[in-house]
């Protein structure tokens, strides 16, 4: 959760999304944090018992948006239009944007402009604390989001590992993303195929965890 991020790091690319204190889903955010420090992270993506589906990945969804969001504020002075001129996770993969309102036709942008769109589009999507219920989308909503958040990771892992390391974030950076790993695998949340980026990383993080 965002507790694991040292204070030195505390930029973030975008605002950073704030769980009203005092709300129920503070207070299911409090439970994860309690758990996730543990250290047993199978067992702190879990369900709570008596709890709501809906609200328990809304939750972590927010959560996982600003632990991205802080990540990836770290290393925006090298990721730019040059360095990374399209949105890529390898030679292999490659992501173009589109949004279905503002854009609907997929565009081949650099990554700092997909992350900006993907971060703004996140944005947009997360207000879901507001006391009323639930889409009925809002499954098919929350997997895309973590669809493309899963990106943003993948093109950090692939594109700027080395800085990450120079920052001594490398701790940071793997914790949050065991933790997303986790918890998408545990609800079933992203396609097999989407996380093909970093099938070898994500392997080596569940044996460790056995």
């Known amino acids: 959760m965002s507790f694991l991020f040292s204070s030195r790091s505390s930029k973030t690319f975008k605002p950073k999304k ?11 955010l409090k439970h994860a944090e309690a758990t996730l420090g543990s250290g047993n992270l199978r067992q702190a993506v879990m369900l709570p ?26 290393i925006t002075e090298f990721c730019t239009e040059a360095s990374c001129p399209v949105m890529s996770a390898g030679p ?19 990554a700092p402009k997909y ?3 993907l971060m703004t589009w996140v944005q947009d999507r997360v207000n879901v604390y507001k006391g009323v219920p639930f889409p009925k989308n809002f499954m098919s909503v929350a997997k895309t989001i973590l669809k493309r958040l899963f990106r943003v990771y993948a093109h950090i892992y692939h594109q700027h590992f080395d800085s990450v390391m120079q920052l001594q974030e490398e701790a940071h950076l793997n914790t949050s993303f065991k933790h997303f790993i986790f918890f998408v695998q545990e609800f079933n949340l992203i396609d097999r195929r989407e996380l093909a980026p970093l099938q070898e990383l994500i392997e080596k993080l569940g044996s460790k965890d056995r």
Not at 19 to 28: F, K, N, R
Not at 49 to 73: C, H, K, P, R, S
Request: hydrophobic share 30%; proline share 3%; charged share 25%.
């Open 18 to 28: 704030n769980i009203p204190e005092g709300s129920h889903q503070y207070e299911l």
């Open 115 to 117: 992350i900006d769109y």
């Open 92 to 110: 292999r993969y490659e992501y173009h944007w589109a949004d279905g309102t503002n854009i609907k036709k997929p565009i081949k942008c650099s």
């Open 49 to 74: 018992e008596g709890e709501d589906l809906n609200e328990w990945i809304a939750v972590n969804t927010v959560d996982f948006f600003n632990q991205i969001n802080m990540l990836y504020g770290t």
